[in-house]
């Protein structure tokens, strides 16, 4: 089982960057894939990025495509997601979640993941 704490959310202005952070205790990220997911108000919890540990592989939201990237620091066991050139559409809770083993292919789908973080506020002002 691993725990996962996210942290980096704000406020900031279109055009703006936030870097938002997943730490995780309890085990380490070679064995799962780690998904960074958002939701806004009224709208349904959407896959963003992920990242395979096992194999590497990574995955973008055409949306957040090019803007977006995410990374990690073993030493730290922790997962990054920058994100530049935001938006008032990127507006939501970010949630952190962690699914054993697999790859990270799209699509992805919030229900195939087994921990969560309990999110961070991302606002982005016009």
């Known amino acids: 089982e691993v725990q996962l704490v996210e942290s980096g959310g704000g406020l900031v202005q279109a055009g703006g960057s936030l870097r938002l952070s997943c730490a995780a205790s309890?085990?380490?990220?070679?064995?799962?894939?780690i998904g960074w997911f958002r939701q806004a108000p009224g709208k349904e919890r959407e896959g963003v990025s992920c990242?395979?540990?096992?194999?590497?592989?990574?995955y973008y939201a055409d949306s957040v495509k090019g803007r977006f990237t995410i990374s990690s620091d073993n030493a730290k066991n922790t997962v990054y997601l920058q994100m530049n050139s935001l938006k008032p559409g990127d507006t939501a809770v970010y949630y952190c979640?962690?699914?054993?083993?697999?790859?990270?292919?799209?699509?992805?789908?919030?229900?195939?993941?087994?921990?969560w973080g309990r999110g961070t506020q991302v606002t982005v002002s016009s």
């Open positions: 309890g085990s380490t990220f070679d064995d799962y894939t």
């Open positions: 990242m395979g540990g096992s194999d590497g592989s990574t």
């Open positions: 979640a962690a699914l054993f083993g697999s790859s990270c292919l799209p699509p992805i789908h919030p229900y195939e993941y087994d921990y």
